[in-house]
Nanobody, 123 residues
């Protein structure tokens, strides 16, 4: 499956932004999905994950209450709604496909990756 992340850009702190991850060449219904991010000079870190059905989601502590992961399997797309972003959220954001019912927080356990989309949050 190929993943294409989009929706990044420049946003002011306190604003909002929605990232999309469109899949092709496969059905994302077969995968749990995750969002990760990587800032310059830092390791890739977990942001959020969602099971194949969308019934279960999980967030990194720093994102709880601000970010929302969702999916539309009919559109083969996963989303990350970013509300009240902060300058420290500036990073390249990646979507990934992994284990269907128990997607993990480690990037090493994901099978497919999108190319990333840059998010820059200004203060």
């Amino acid at each position: 499956v190929q993943l294409q992340a989009s929706g990044g850009g420049l946003v002011q702190a306190g604003g909002s932004l929605r990232l999309s991850c469109a899949a092709s060449g496969g059905n994302i219904r077969n995968y749990g999905m995750g969002w990760f991010r990587q800032a310059p000079g830092k390791e890739r870190e977990f942001v959020a994950k969602i099971t194949w059905s969308g019934m279960n989601t999980y967030y990194a502590d720093a994102m709880k209450g601000r970010f929302t992961i969702s999916r539309d399997n009919a559109k083969n797309t996963v989303y990350l709604q970013m509300n009240n972003p902060k300058p420290e959220d500036t990073a390249v954001y990646y979507c990934a496909a992994g284990e269907r019912s128990f997607p993990r927080t480690s990037p090493d356990l994901y099978d497919y990756w999108g190319q990333g989309t840059q998010v820059t949050v200004s203060s």
